[in-house]
Every structure is written in C-alpha cells, then in structure tokens.
C-alpha cells in the first residue's frame, strides 16, 4: 500500500468502488480469499487485462493488496482499508440523508403554504 493511502480521498475511493465490475471484484476476491487477474476473470465479462487495470485501481485506493504469485500477482482484499472506506462511504450517506430529510421539509412547508 502506498503512503497516504490510509486517507482515501473520497473522488478516488467512489471512482473505485462505482464501478460494478470492481464491486464484483472484490466481492470475488473476499469469497475465495483472494485471486489473480486471470482466476478473477474466469468469473467476469470482461478480459485479463481489463481485470488487471480494474485491480489497478482498487490497488491504487488501497482496497487491495499484490504480492507475486509465479508470473502474475495474487490480490486479496486488505479489510482494514475496506472497513475504512465502509466507514467513509457510510458517513457520505448519513450526511446526504440529513440533506435530503432538510430539502423534504423544505418541500413540505411550500406545499403547506401554497394550500392556505
């Protein structure tokens, strides 16, 4: 993991875990206890390579770890950062609740004064 990655920035982390084919991935990596890009892309519609770039970037926000596996790198998923970016995630959305709680009463009080 490189240094900084302890703080995922919250762009990266959702550009991460967006895609369903990288969700799927780590869902993959956590049932089998880990994997590399060619076991993990017998598993999914798309090519090695692509699987590749798409451990690339779960490896880049620190959601994975490599170490050599023969020729290809063995991925498994680091659950600390996991939990860290579960933490993240779930704090965005407590916040966009409270938002949109505030907006609906915001929309109720404009239909109650209309109606008077």
Known sequence: MSAGVAEVVDDQLWSAVGDPTRRRMLDLLLAGGGGTATTLS???PVTRQAVAKHLAVLDRV????????????RY???EAQLARAVAQLTSVGTAWDARLQRIKR???AIERAQQD
């Open 76 to 78: 498994q998923v680091d």
């Open 106 to 108: 915001i929309a109720e």
């Open 62 to 73: 620190g959601l994975v770890t490599a170490a050599p596996a023969g020729r290809e790198k």
């Open 42 to 44: 017998q598993h999914l």
